[in-house]
């Protein structure tokens, strides 16, 4: 049962274009969400995270949009590079007992031409 | 500062074999969780271990099992080997238990190839 649905598969942008990746979670009781970003070969990296307190968070050129009554989060990667070119994994994790761990979408594959 | 240490990093097995994999976390971690990753199911949740006890579990089957020690060192082991358990496993350390932990750390990941 998957309860994180990430959209798209996978994204082609033009450099210095705007990527954005979404993500639907099901589960209310998620209290924080990462985004992780995954070059070949490597193992996930945290990129930026967001609680559902706040609606929206920047960090240089990566910002997420939350819209908890709607169960959505977004990543938007401004003026992207190839250097940005990675899959990228939307994440929730779960509060109270055995749900406290994350949970992850099946992940974006970004490519960014020059 | 030495990240998280996964060994080894390719494998093969053939159907029916078990293996164990191995993870070393960042030095001062004492948390350790372990994913499954697939291209068609992504990440998904295996265990977590904190101070040698396993604080949380995935929905595999009994095969996939896993254990730390108390140098917070920790392996997991899969027994009977099935085609579908080729992927890459990754393990992700943290100084606290996933509960309290903002920042997993992961590792490079085990590829196994089962044949």
């Known amino acids: 049962q998957q309860q994180v649905k990430q959209s798209p598969q996978s994204l082609i942008v033009q450099k210095g274009g705007i990527s954005i990746i979404n993500c639907a979670y099901e589960?209310?009781?998620?209290?924080?969400f990462p985004w992780y970003q995954q070059f070949p070969g490597k193992g996930p990296a945290l990129l930026i995270a967001?609680?559902?307190?706040?609606s929206e968070k920047k960090e240089g050129r990566f910002t997420i949009s939350f819209n908890k009554s709607a169960k959505q989060f977004s990543l938007h990667i401004m003026d992207s590079q190839p250097g940005d070119s990675a899959t990228y994994f939307c994440a929730a994790r779960g509060s109270g007992g055995s749900n406290y761990k994350l949970t992850f979408g099946k992940g974006t594959l970004l490519t960014v031409n020059p | 500062k030495a990240g998280v240490t996964q060994t080894p990093r390719y494998l093969i097995k053939t159907r029916g074999q078990q293996v164990t994999l191995s993870c070393s976390p960042i030095s001062g971690h004492r948390s350790v969780s372990w994913y499954q990753q697939t291209p068609g199911q992504g990440l998904q949740f295996l265990f977590e271990y904190f101070s040698e006890t396993q604080r949380n579990k995935g929905n595999f089957p009994g095969r996939f099992s896993g254990r730390q020690f108390s140098n917070s060192r920790s392996e997991m082991n899969v027994s009977t080997l099935e085609l579908g358990d080729s992927a890459l496993y990754l393990c992700?350390?943290?100084?606290?238990?996933?509960?309290?932990?903002?920042?997993?750390?992961f590792g490079a990941g085990s590829r196994l190839t089962v044949l």
């Open positions: 967001i609680r559902p307190d706040v």
């Open positions: 992700a350390s943290s100084a606290r238990p996933t509960a309290g932990a903002n920042v997993l750390t």
């Open positions: 589960n209310t009781a998620f209290d924080y």
